[in-house]
């Protein structure tokens, strides 16, 4: 059984900064593409960032020269490094490791506020 946990989250002022990890347990082959999605209350979830196996990375473009993603295969773990970060950058993040099948994290919530 596969399970992502992912941690990190938590309250923030804006411009500050927080890191997201998610590490896999159990038994995964094959994963080419780690990411991030996320979702505010009230929107529809969207894709934040992603890094495939070779290294390249996307962003969306609000997060672009904020936002880093990384992978640590050996470790079976993604990150986030969120800088800069905004109001609007209040969501639930989720992770998810694809490979044959997707796998998805439960979430975890990142408050930016003053």
């Known amino acids: 059984q596969v399970q992502l946990v992912e941690s990190g989250g938590g309250l923030v002022q804006p411009g500050g900064s927080l890191t997201l990890s998610c590490a896999a347990s159990?038994?995964?082959?094959?994963?080419?593409?780690m990411g991030w999605s996320r979702q505010a209350p009230g929107k529809q979830r969207e894709l934040v960032a992603f890094?495939?196996?070779?290294?390249?990375?996307n962003y969306v473009d609000s997060v672009k020269g904020r936002f880093t993603i990384s992978r640590d295969n050996a470790k079976n773990t993604v990150y986030l490094q969120m800088n800069s970060l905004k109001p609007e950058d209040t969501a639930v993040y989720y992770c998810y490791f694809l490979g044959v099948i997707a796998y998805w994290g439960p979430g975890t919530q990142v408050t930016v506020s003053s």
């Open positions: 890094i495939t196996s070779g290294g390249s990375t």
């Open positions: 159990g038994s995964i082959f094959s994963i080419n593409t």
